[in-house]
């Protein structure tokens, strides 16, 4: 049995991907795996029982990543599993953010019929207070064409706006999302100087903590509109409220609250919603427990944020698995403790991300616990080895 605990709301249809005769849920203390969405874990101490966390969603700052990676715990998320909902609430807050629709609205509920005009009059009258602009030929800077930022790219093209992308690290698959008829811009300076509207889908982390601060404010068009849909660290406040009281920026609209920024009459917060639609919650539980479960039961890992990708057909009877420091050597010495106990190997696989590493070896007959566990102390004895488990091949039955 595999033990999970969850923190936050985390969709049925994630749940549903384990099976109750081999996972428990929420049942005890040290969980093998955490399965949550923006639960901060800075604080927590990870339990030594703990192999991976998953992310259901898409920034994973939340999570103490060079604490997991040195603990061995291998941290997942779901990239690109709540991508639409962010895009789509993007489209809302564009177009809110250029016609007075939800002022108007409040206005409208509250005429009532008079005795020189009734309610449709008033209306008619009234509209012209509420006049808008269109998007359509404005420009739009975006940056980050990740999954979101390319979403949103692509869709501003399609309401006639002119885009501007900027994202020096750009992936090669991002790349092939992106439409072609959208400028790349090569600095933040020429984004932000050419834009009526900026949006930032980028990951908070220390390279990217307060990106826009005073002088990138500075850079901006009078009056654009800025969009904080990637985390609050990225845009820094102060500076934010400055301009917008000297005019030097029209509107922040942010997912990210503040006391500061809810009581400023040019901003405008949304409670952290660019995932919560029914259909990115679903896609982001099912994906994240799916490789939690891959990973769980065969060693294989995919779509985590520290470790290497590794996949190997699970084709032998007995599967070792090696988290370990990136240095020379190390498949030397973890083969040399194979050759010592007289396991031969049937197919092996290695791949390191920065600077942790993973080693996948399948032998040609299971381990008795006895020659596991001896095996299992001599690996721990190198320094640099992190993590070993052996995994049994799953049985057809259990596969079903
Ligand atoms: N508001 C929400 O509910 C919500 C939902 C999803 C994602 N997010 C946030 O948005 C972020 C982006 O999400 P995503 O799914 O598009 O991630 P992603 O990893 O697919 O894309 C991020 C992109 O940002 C680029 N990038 C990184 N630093 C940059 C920089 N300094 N300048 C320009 N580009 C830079 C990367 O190259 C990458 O292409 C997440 O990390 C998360 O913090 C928020
Ligand atoms: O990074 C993300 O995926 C979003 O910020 C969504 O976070 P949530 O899962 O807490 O809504």
Redesign the pocket.
């Known amino acids: 049995m595999f033990a999970i605990k969850t923190y936050n709301v985390i969709s049925n249809v994630g749940l549903a991907v384990f099976p109750k005769n081999k996972y428990s849920i929420n049942g005890v203390a040290e969980p093998d795996a955490l399965l949550i969405r923006s639960q901060n874990l800075h604080r927590n101490v990870l339990p030594v029982s703990l192999l991976a966390i998953g992310r259901a ?5 939340n999570i103490p990543l060079q604490k997991a990676s040195e603990n061995g715990v291998v941290v997942f998320n779901a ?2 599993a ?2 639409n ?2 895009k789509e ?1 993007i489209v809302a807050v564009l177009i809110l953010a250029s016609r007075p629709v939800i002022p108007a609205i409040a206005w409208a509920k509250t005429l009532t019929d008079g005795e020189q005009a009734d309610v449709t009059l008033q209306a008619e009258a009234g509209k012209n207070h509420y006049r808008g602009a269109e998007l359509a030929g404005k420009t739009l800077g975006v ?8 979403k949103v790219a692509d869709t501003a093209r399609q309401l006639g706006m002119n885009v501007i992308g ?6 090669v698959e ?1 790349a092939w999302q992106v439409t072609s008829d959208i400028k790349r811009a090569s600095t ?1 300076s020429e984004v932000l100087s050419q834009s009526d509207f900026v949006t930032i ?5 220390e ?2 903590k307060n ?1 826009i601060g005073a002088n990138e404010l500075l850079m901006m068009k009078k009056d654009a509109i800025l969009l904080n ?3 609050n660290g990225i845009v820094e406040e102060a500076p934010v409220l400055a301009a917008l009281n000297v005019g030097h920026l029209k509107q922040y609209w942010t ?1 990210f609250a503040s006391s500061e920024l809810l009581q400023h009459e040019k901003v405008v917060v949304t409670p ?5 639609t029914q259909e990115a919650e679903d896609n982001c539980a099912q994906m994240v427990a799916q490789t939690l479960r891959l990973y769980l039961e065969s060693g294989e890992i995919e779509h985590s944020v520290n470790y290497p990708a590794v996949r190997m057909p699970f084709n032998s009877p007995y599967r070792l698995t090696f988290l370990h420091q990136n240095v020379p050597n190390m498949l030397g010495r973890i083969t040399t403790v194979l050759a010592e106990l007289n396991i031969n190997i049937a197919n092996m696989i290695n791949a390191s991300k920065g600077d942790f590493a993973y080693t996948l070896i399948d032998v040609d007959a299971p381990m008795t616990a006895a020659l596991y566990e001896e095996f299992e102390q001599k690996c721990l004895a190198i320094d640099e080895i992190i993590r070993v488990r052996g995994l049994a091949r799953p049985t057809q039955k259990e596969e079903d």
């Open positions: 969603g898409a920034g994973v700052n990239p690109g709540n991508a909902a962010v609430l940056i980050g064409l990740g999954a979101v930022g390319s900027y994202d020096p690290y750009i992936s991002h933040l889908h980028i990951p908070y982390n390279q990217n990106l849909y990637s985390r997912d952290h919603l660019g995932g919560t």
